[in-house]
């Protein structure tokens, strides 16, 4: 059986705040939403997840952990 797409999933901090960033800054679109537990973002043949980070993990390198928004203002 062969694969026809794969649809990433990403655990965030803040819905709001990653929507906004992945609206805005990338031109995806929210199709779907529920609350803050996860929302379904599309642009063009692109599909992301996003789920509300349940655990949290203490990491010693702090750059396994970026927030989008800050990472894209630093690149600006």
Not at 7 to 32: G, H, N, P, Q, R
Not at 50 to 56: A, C, G, H, R
């Amino acid at each position: 059986m062969a694969f026809n797409s794969l649809v990433s999933t990403l655990e965030v901090e803040s819905m709001d705040k990653t929507i906004a960033f992945y609206e805005s800054f990338l031109d995806f679109k929210c199709i779907s939403r529920d609350a803050n537990n996860w929302a379904f973002l599309k642009k063009d043949d692109v599909e992301i997840m996003l789920s509300y980070v349940f655990t949290k993990i203490n990491f010693q390198n702090p750059f396994l952990l970026v927030d989008c928004t800050s990472m894209w203002m630093i690149l600006m």
